[in-house]
């Protein structure tokens, strides 16, 4: 039976649900049908991942939707409601893009790593949400777009994680068009690894999941942290910068036992320190 995290009955029936089995966190969007990312679902979805961050029971994090639709993106009518503020809405517009600029970058800066499972279309922030993700595992039916340009609203923030998954040119077709591509072409384009069935895609999404929590969790939240520095440095920063963590990781308990039982043929202990 699945291990359901310590959080408030009321938070159950939310926008998020969160429920630990075997170290892997599940976090669902559960506010179908669109699952929009409104400054609540954000609050709630940042603070889950706060909360892992002291869970040593997590090891790896898997966001999911309920619904046909996995994200699709900022909440527009809740935005446009408050054009009737006397700012015509501008601090609040701040307010809810300040909070998905923190929502991805908790994503990307957390300890554990984050997979998404996309079924359905991810659009905007939505798809922002999948390219935050370390890594991203769609159904044949997930679909993704950042349309911004058809509403006169360019999706600059979705673009800064877009561009860090694929090609300039493949970014650029993709938000000066605004057309939607399919989970193949998706992956063409470097934005998700593994496209697969829908039927199976719990399945795998999991495999890969328990996979990963399976290793040292001191070794994973090393080298994911060093990923995301280097790939901001330059080539010469990058190699020094990766050196010394490689020391400093060579010194740690769990790259002592891991040589020792590749070395002896045998199945590594790990005390994740």
């Known amino acids: 039976m699945a291990e359901i995290l310590a959080i408030k009955p009321a938070a159950i029936e939310g926008p998020v649900v969160a429920q ?21 679902v954000m609050a709630a979805l940042t603070a889950e991942l706060e909360r892992a961050k002291t869970n040593k029971a997590v090891r790896v994090i898997v966001l999911s939707a309920a619904g046909k639709v996995f994200c699709a993106g900022h909440d527009l009518k809740e935005m ?4 009737a503020d006397a700012d015509h809405g501008k601090a609040f517009f701040a307010e809810t893009f300040a909070a998905c600029a923190t929502l991805m970058q908790a994503i990307v800066r957390h300890p554990l790593p984050v997979i998404a499972e996309v079924d359905g279309l991810a659009t905007a922030a939505g798809l922002q949400l999948v390219a935050s993700c370390d890594l991203a595992i769609a159904s044949h039916e997930a679909t993704f777009c950042t ?10 923030t979705p673009m800064v994680a877009l561009s860090r998954n694929v090609s300039r040119k493949h970014a650029m077709e993709m938000l000066l068009t605004g057309e939607t591509i399919d989970a193949a072409t998706a992956k063409e384009f470097g934005l998700v690894n593994r496209v697969v069935p829908r039927e199976y895609l719990n399945q795998i999404v999991t495999k890969y999941a328990q996979t990963i929590a399976s290793k040292s969790s001191l070794v994973i939240k090393t080298g994911k942290e060093a990923f995301y520095a280097q790939a901001e440095m330059g080539l010469a920063d990058a190699y020094a910068y990766t050196g010394r963590i490689m020391v400093e990781n060579m010194l740690a308990r769990d790259a002592e036992e891991g040589i020792g039982a590749f070395i002896g043929k045998r199945k590594p202990e790990w005390t994740d320190e």
């Open 80 to 83: 446009t409601a408050r054009r």
């Open 147 to 156: 349309p911004g340009v058809n509403i006169g609203l360019f999706c600059s």
């Open 20 to 40: 630990l089995d075997k170290g892997v966190l599940r976090l669902t969007l559960a506010n179908p049908p669109a699952n929009a990312l409104s400054l609540m």
